[in-house]
C-alpha cells in the first residue's frame, strides 16, 4: 500500500511536537512555550499495515513568512510533497487556530491536499470550562476534525485512525474529481490572483497578496470572496469566517477561570510581589541545585577514584613505564573523571526542574518582569532565562568552570539560544535588529 | 475617541481600529490578532505603559511601548471585565 505523507501545522506552543511524539514514539524536544521546534522533523507510524510519514513543522502564525522558521513552514507546505495537511489547533484558542486554517485553505488549491483539523490541549479547555461544538466544526469546515489530547495514548490511537481515513477518503474522492488543467506556476494558477507572470514558489508575487486579505479584513459576513474552483470543493474546506465560526462553536461555560488566572498573573509580575517571587524561585531552585548536586558528585568521584587505583594498579602489573601512567592516569582520566563528577550531577538537576518551571508557564512571566530592565541594554526579557540556563549550573558546580556557550557571540550561534530567541515575545523585539537571523 | 494601545490600563477593554504600518513589525502584529475591529482587553501594564498584556483572541500577548503605539484603539467602557475587580 502506498504510503501517506502528512505534515503537521498550527500556531506555535499548540503542541505540535507532543503530538508527533505520540503519533512517532519520537523523542523530539518539547516545550510549553513558541518557538521550541525550529526545523522539520521526520518520522513514521504504522496502523493495520499501512504507513504514514510525517513531518513535524515549525510553528506559524501566518503564511505570511517573516521568521526564517516561518519560511520552512510554507516552503513545505506548497512544495507539494504531502498528501494529508493535519492542522493542530489549540482548543482554549481555537479563533486563531481558525485563522490559521483559513489561510491554509486557501492552499488547498494547489496538489488538491487533503485537512484534518485536530483540535489538540481539549483537556485544558475542559479544565478552564470551555465547551467546543465538534459537529457544528466538521459540517462548516467540510474536513474531518477531530479533538485531542495529546498526552493521552487513547486519544492519540483515535488520531492515528482518523489519519488514515481522511487520507483515504481524499485519495478516494480526488481520483473522482477531473484532473485540473497544467499550469504555467507549478500549480499556483489556480489560486486567486496569481497570474502567469509567476515563475513558481518563492518568486510567486501573488503570494503575499493572497495570503494577505484573510487576517486584515474586519468580521466577514459569511460569504467572503475566495474563489476555491468547483471541481475540489468537494474534498477541501468549505468557505468560513473565524470570527463567526469561533463565537458560533465555542461556549465558555465558566468565566472564573479568566479572574483566577488574571489575578495570578497580578502577583506573578507586580512591582514587587514579581520581583520577589522571582528572586525566591530562582534561589530555591540554586539552593536545590547546589546541595542537591554534592551527594551524587561525591558518589561519583568515589567511584571514579577506584577505578583509577585499579587503573593504576593494572598499569603498574603490566609494566607501563611513569610517563605513560602519569599521562594517562593522573592526566587524561583524573581531569575527564573530575569534570564529569562536578558538572553532571549539577546539569541533572538544575535542567529538569527548570523545565518544571517552564510547564507551570512562569517563564513567560517572569521576561515580561525582566523585559523594562533588559529594554535599558538593548536586550529583551527573555534573553534572562537563557542567562540562566548558561550560567547557573557552572557556578552551581563550584569552581569547575566550563565557559557557557555565549548567546551573544556571533558566528555559530547554540541551538537552545535560537530557541529561546524566539520565546516570549512573539513579536520580533528591537534587538533583533542587532543580531539579524 | 482614539488612543494608542499603550494609554490602556488594566482591566480596560477596546476595540482595535487602526494599525500603523511604518513599522516592520506591524503585519506581525496583525497575524497576533491586532486586526481593526478586534476586541482586545488590556491585562497587566508595567512602568505606565512602557510593556503591557493584552488579551486578544483569548491569548495573553505582551508589547513594548513603541509596538503598542503602532495600534489606535477605542476604548470600551464595560461594567465587568476579567481584571476590572482586581484594584
Known sequence: ?437 | MLNPLSYMKPGQSAIVHWLSDDRAISPRLMDLGFTPGAPIICTLSRNHGELSAFLVRNAQIALRREDADLILVETVETAEDPGGELH
Request: net charge positive; proline share 8%.
Open chain 1, 1 to 437: 500500500m502506498k504510503t501517506i505523507r502528512a505534515a503537521l501545522v498550527g500556531n506555535p506552543n499548540v503542541g505540535k511536537s507532543t503530538v508527533f511524539n505520540g503519533l512517532t514514539g519520537l523523542r523530539q524536544h518539547t516545550g510549553n512555550w513558541a518557538g521550541v521546534t525550529v526545523s522539520c522533523a521526520l518520522g513514521s507510524f504504522s496502523l493495520n499495515g499501512s504507513v504514514c510519514e510525517i513531518t513535524d513543522l515549525p510553528g506559524i502564525y501566518s503564511l505570511r513568512a517573516r521568521s526564517e522558521e516561518e519560511k520552512i513552514t510554507r516552503e513545505f507546505i506548497t512544495s507539494g510533497n504531502i498528501d494529508l495537511l493535519i492542522v493542530i489547533g489549540d482548543a482554549t484558542c481555537l479563533e486563531r487556530s481558525l485563522h490559521l486554517l483559513k489561510q491554509l485553505a486557501e492552499l488547498s488549491c494547489i496538489d488538491r491536499l487533503s485537512f484534518l483539523f485536530c483540535v489538540n490541549l481539549c483537556d485544558e479547555a475542559k479544565r478552564k470550562g470551555i465547551l467546543i461544538d465538534f459537529r457544528l466544526l466538521e459540517k462548516r469546515l467540510g474536513i474531518p476534525v477531530c479533538a485531542c489530547i495529546a498526552k493521552n495514548k487513547d486519544s492519540i490511537q483515535e488520531l492515528k485512525q482518523q489519519i488514515f481515513a481522511a487520507a483515504g477518503a481524499s485519495r478516494q474522492c480526488s481520483a473522482d474529481a477531473p484532473a485540473l488543467p497544467p499550469s504555467p506556476c507549478g500549480g499556483y494558477s489556480a489560486c486567486r490572483g496569481c497570474t502567469n507572470g509567476c515563475t513558481g514558489v518563492k518568486g510567486c508575487p501573488a503570494l503575499p497578496a493572497f495570503t494577505a486579505q484573510a487576517p486584515v479584513s474586519p468580521p466577514l459576513p459569511a460569504s467572503s470572496p475566495i474563489s476555491v474552483p468547483k471541481e475540489l470543493t468537494a474534498c477541501s474546506l468549505l468557505d468560513f469566517s473565524p470570527e463567526e465560526l469561533a463565537s458560533q462553536a465555542v461556549v465558555c461555560t465558566n468565566s472564573n477561570y479568566r479572574k483566577r488566572e488574571a489575578q495570578l498573573d497580578r502577583f506573578l509580575t507586580g512591582r514587587v510581589t514579581g520581583s520577589i517571587v522571582m528572586i525566591l524561585l530562582l534561589l530555591f531552585i540554586f539552593w536545590l541545585t547546589i546541595t542537591g548536586a554534592n551527594y551524587p558528585s561525591a558518589f561519583l568521584w568515589e567511584q571514579f577514584f577506584r577505578l583509577e587505583s585499579w587503573l593504576t594498579a593494572a598499569f603498574e602489573k603490566a609494566g607501563a613505564p611513569g610517563w605513560l601512567t602519569g599521562a594517562l592516569i593522573s592526566g587524561t582520566y583524573r581531569s575527564t573523571a573530575w569534570i564529569v563528577s562536578v558538572m553532571l550531577p549539577p546539569m541533572a538537576i538544575f535542567f529538569p526542574l527548570f523545565t518544571l518551571l517552564e510547564d507551570f508557564g512562569y517563564l513567560p512571566r517572569a521576561a515580561f518582569n525582566m523585559d523594562c530592565a533588559f529594554k535599558r541594554c538593548h536586550a529583551c526579557g527573555k534573553q534572562c532565562l537563557t542567562m540562566c540556563v548558561v550560567i547557573v549550573p557552572p557556578i552551581a558546580s563550584g569552581n569547575a568552570y566550563i565557559p557557557p556557550p555565549c548567546p551573544m557571540s556571533q558566528g555559530t550561534r547554540p541551538h537552545g539560544s535560537r530557541i529561546r530567541k524566539r520565546t516570549y515575545f512573539p513579536c520580533q523585539p528591537p534587538c533583533h535588529r542587532l543580531r539579524p537571523v
